[in-house]
């Protein structure tokens, strides 16, 4: 398995305003993914994090939104971008090597006002 | 990659072993079956995957049916601590291949 860490753990937002989340693994990982969790609800996928390249967004997910990057094999930010009440949920980096099971952070619960 | 149904809740004794259904009909042969668990909002937690044969570890079991559409997971001695929703996940192992959940199962130990 690997230690997964993410920033801020929770934060309470304007709307209009944007917000990074952080994920920190403790050891190189091939795939890294992000998910969103509205309350109530289960895991929906946003997108594949790609190390050097753009991040592969799912549909109904769109860049402009939920920009992503992943410099290296080990970080990788979401940015929650122009929040409305409804960006309101739990965000998830998940990762994994190759075949492997994935593994997930701890979340980040975000609240936009 | 192939759907799942689960009960929407299930009660279970503490003490008692938790037996948890998954209906994977439509499963495909490299397809392996995948279980995790999410407590009270906190990040999904691993519990065991398998491709055909039965498998165990420390947290549980996992008994796949011969014709692979049906699994259970089973707890033997649930505990108030094993209060959560539980994820049934199929899922081929091909590189980046993805993990999409459904609603799961919440399961209630009770004292």
């Known amino acids: 398995s690997a230690v997964i860490s993410q920033k801020p753990s929770r934060d309470i937002c304007q709307r209009g305003t944007s917000l990074t989340i952080q994920c920190q693994v403790d050891s190189q990982v091939t795939m890294m993914f992000w998910y969103r969790q509205q309350p109530g609800q289960s895991l929906t996928l946003i997108a594949t994090a790609n190390q050097g390249s753009e991040a592969t967004y799912e549909s109904g997910f769109v860049i402009d939104k939920f920009p992503i990057s992943r410099p290296n094999l080990t970080f990788s930010t979401l940015t929650v971008s122009n929040m409305s009440p409804e960006d309101s949920s739990i965000y998830l980096c998940?990762?994994?090597?190759?075949?492997?099971?994935?593994?997930f952070g701890p979340g980040t619960r975000l609240t936009v006002l | 990659d192939a759907k799942t149904t689960q009960p929407t809740s299930m009660d279970c004794a503490e003490g008692r072993a938790a037996n948890l259904p998954c209906n994977h009909s439509?499963?495909?042969?490299?397809?392996?079956v995948y279980w995790y668990r999410q407590i009270h909002s906190q990040g999904p937690q691993y519990i065991i995957h398998?491709?055909?044969n039965n498998e165990t570890n420390e947290m549980a079991s996992l008994i796949i049916t011969e014709d692979r559409k049906s699994s259970t997971l089973i707890l033997p001695h649930a505990t108030l601590r094993d209060t959560a929703v539980y994820y049934c996940?199929?899922?081929?192992?091909?590189?980046?291949?993805?993990?999409?959940f459904g609603s799961g199962t919440k399961l209630n130990v009770k004292p």
């Open positions: 439509t499963i495909s042969g490299n397809e392996y």
């Open positions: 996940i199929v899922r081929a192992p091909l590189p980046f291949n993805k993990f999409y």
């Open positions: 998940s990762v994994g090597r190759d075949t492997d099971t994935q593994y």
């Open positions: 398998g491709l055909k």
